[in-house]
């Protein structure tokens, strides 16, 4: 499965660029023509268990990348929304990440004079929304206009089309994102290639300056008040502070975060929290050549879930044998497992749940 593709994008000044670079540890430059761009590791304490079990020659943790969306000229205006090269970048994510400013730096004034998380956030909220208006406006002003000259089977599928974008048009002036709106299969599957900027996963996160880290937790919880609907979730950091961490050694990294009273790094969580954002889970595989953490979508059988270690599995699927990581850690080890009754054969129909170590049987 390719890596998960994450846009981080914000106001100018908003310290995005900061915290691309603490959460891929790399300096934020362009690739190419295209925006910088980097893929990490999502951490695992169950894969650094599981590869202390088996001390495999090899680790391999779950991927997502990240992306640093930025533009030239402006990025927004009020009579277009965002800008076309700004909007590209955002349609190519899997998930939006929006990095809003808490701290205060003199020597980095803010664009509107003052520092107000809380009104950026809902500054580029609207944006988006602005956005995908725009586009639901063009797309009924052409259906008008084409409608009266198609055939009749096209145009009963149009006029499907113009009724439910009429209704996501509706919702959105109404302040409810397309991703909170309503829409059976055929719906989605009308609306799919319009890869709206409001029906993709969103995590918020508050830009905080160091002085603010003990006032984390309380700006996270004021956050989660003003984020509404499915999938969106809020987090916090320090910017400035976790890209230093991210650039130190083990124990002084350490010793660096216990003197600030971090526990654990932010860049950590808010790597789990968007990959956990996107619905997916990871089931392992573990051996003495390789313990490694597979991405598959929630919900996935256990055949179409083999196809993300080799496609050959998938076609030559016969069972899985899957046992719980807890219930092996707890084990010891896939023998003492088995005999424990803890390892258990499963069929085409089983769903793949989140921390499921497997071993796949299948024909050549």
Same mark, same amino acid.
């Given at each position: 499965?390719?890596?998960?593709?994450?846009?981080? $994008?914000?106001?100018?000044?908003? /310290?995005?660029?900061?915290?691309?670079?603490?959460?891929? /540890?790399?300096?934020?430059?362009?690739?190419?023509?295209?925006?910088?761009?980097?893929?990490?590791?999502?951490?695992?304490?169950?894969?650094?268990?599981?590869?202390?079990? $088996?001390?495999?020659?090899?680790?391999?943790? +779950?991927?997502?990348?990240?992306?640093?969306?930025?533009?030239?000229?402006?990025?927004?205006?009020?009579?277009?929304?965002?800008?076309?090269?700004?909007?590209?970048?955002?349609?190519?994510?899997?998930?939006?990440?929006?990095?809003?400013?808490? $701290?205060?730096?003199?020597?980095?004034?803010?664009?509107?004079?003052?520092?107000?998380?809380?009104?950026?956030?809902?500054?580029?909220?609207?944006?988006?929304? $602005?956005?995908?208006?725009?586009?639901?406006?063009?797309?009924?002003?052409?259906?008008?206009?084409?409608?009266?000259?198609?055939?009749?089977?096209?145009?009963?599928?149009?006029?499907?089309?113009?009724?439910?974008?009429?209704?996501?048009?509706?919702?959105?002036?109404?302040?409810?994102?397309?991703?909170?709106?309503?829409?059976?299969?055929?719906?989605?599957?009308?609306?799919?290639?319009?890869?709206?900027?409001?029906?993709?996963?969103?995590?918020?996160?508050?830009?905080?300056?160091?002085?603010?880290?003990?006032?984390?937790?309380?700006?996270?919880?004021?956050?989660?008040?003003?984020?509404?609907?499915?999938?969106?979730?809020?987090?916090?950091?320090?910017?400035?502070?976790?890209?230093?961490?991210?650039?130190?050694? /083990?124990?002084? +990294?350490?010793?660096?975060?216990?003197?600030?009273?971090?526990?654990?790094?932010?860049?950590?969580?808010?790597?789990?929290?968007?990959?956990?954002?996107?619905?997916?889970?990871?089931?392992?595989?573990?051996?003495?050549?390789?313990?490694?953490?597979?991405?598959?979508?929630?919900?996935?059988?256990?055949?179409?879930?083999?196809?993300?270690?080799?496609?050959?599995?998938?076609?030559?699927?016969?069972?899985?044998?899957?046992?719980?990581?807890?219930?092996?850690?707890?084990?010891?080890?896939?023998?003492?497992?088995?005999?424990?009754?803890?390892?258990?054969?499963?069929?085409?129909?089983?769903?793949?749940?989140?921390?499921?170590?497997?071993?796949?049987?299948?024909?050549?």
């Amino acid at each position: 499965m390719t890596p998960v593709h994450i846009a981080i $994008f914000g106001q100018p000044l908003s /310290g995005k660029s900061t915290v691309y670079e603490a959460l891929t /540890g790399v300096t934020s430059e362009p690739v190419g023509s295209g925006p910088p761009l980097s893929s990490v590791k999502v951490p695992d304490p169950r894969l650094d268990r599981l590869a202390a079990m $088996f001390n495999p020659k090899r680790k391999v943790p +779950a991927d997502v990348s990240f992306a640093d969306v930025r533009v030239a000229g402006a990025a927004f205006t009020k009579t277009e929304g965002l800008s076309a090269s700004y909007v590209d970048q955002l349609n190519k994510a899997d998930a939006l990440l929006l990095v809003v400013r808490a $701290f205060t730096d003199e020597s980095v004034p803010h664009l509107e004079g003052t520092i107000d998380p809380w009104r950026d956030l809902a500054t580029m909220l609207d944006e988006l929304s $602005f956005t995908d208006q725009l586009l639901l406006t063009k797309r009924l002003a052409r259906i008008d206009e084409m409608i009266g000259k198609v055939k009749p089977a096209e145009r009963e599928t149009m006029e499907r089309e113009r009724a439910l974008l009429r209704r996501l048009l509706d919702g959105l002036e109404a302040g409810v994102a397309i991703r909170d709106q309503a829409q059976d299969e055929e719906e989605r599957k009308l609306t799919r290639h319009y890869r709206f900027l409001t029906a993709k996963p969103l995590l918020a996160v508050v830009n905080l300056g160091e002085d603010q880290i003990g006032r984390a937790l309380a700006l996270e919880a004021e956050l989660a008040g003003r984020l509404s609907g499915g999938g969106v979730l809020g987090a916090s950091i320090a910017g400035k502070i976790e890209r230093e961490l991210v650039q130190l050694a /083990g124990e002084d +990294a350490v010793e660096f975060r216990e003197s600030l009273g971090l526990v654990e790094p932010a860049r950590d969580r808010i790597i789990r929290d968007a990959y956990r954002l996107l619905g997916f889970i990871s089931f392992f595989t573990v051996g003495p050549d390789e313990c490694r953490a597979w991405t598959i979508p929630a919900g996935t059988p256990a055949p179409r879930a083999a196809g993300a270690v080799h496609s050959d599995i998938e076609r030559g699927f016969i069972r899985a044998e899957v046992v719980r990581y807890e219930d092996l850690v707890n084990a010891g080890s896939l023998a003492e497992a088995r005999k424990r009754g803890l390892l258990r054969s499963e069929g085409k129909q089983y769903v793949v749940q989140d921390g499921d170590v497997i071993e796949y049987l299948f024909n050549v």
